[in-house]
């Protein structure tokens, strides 16, 4: 089941991922934790530690899976967060965890 990260925030449990897609372009904010971030249609996926933040697409498949700890991330509409482009491109294979996304 896709969530559409509706929330202002979410934790995500270690190893737990959430999936879902965003209506608009919204950046998400990592206040804690590291996560490992997928956007369908995006070369690389990208780690994302505490203090960092992305812009989501809009109407693209998006998995958000917490690292070895909790992770809080903050749903920030309107505020500025770096764009894909501007990221490092960090070719990994994550840490799957349990290896099923919760819905939220």
């Known amino acids: 089941m896709l969530v559409k990260f509706a929330k202002e925030s979410y934790t995500i ?3 737990a991922a959430v999936s ?3 209506a608009s372009p919204q950046a998400i904010h990592i206040a804690s934790g590291r996560v490992w971030l997928t956007v369908e249609g995006l070369e690389a996926d990208h780690w ?8 989501l ?5 998006i998995v958000i899976e917490a690292d070895k700890q909790a992770s809080l991330i903050e749903m920030a509409t309107g505020k500025a967060a770096i764009s894909p482009a501007h990221l490092p491109k960090r070719h990994a294979t994550p840490h799957l965890g349990a290896g099923k996304a919760q819905a939220v």
């Open 57 to 61: 697409p809009a109407d693209r498949l």
């Open 20 to 22: 879902g897609k965003v």
């Open 13 to 15: 449990p270690a190893g």
């Open 48 to 55: 994302l530690n505490a203090g960092e933040s992305f812009t």
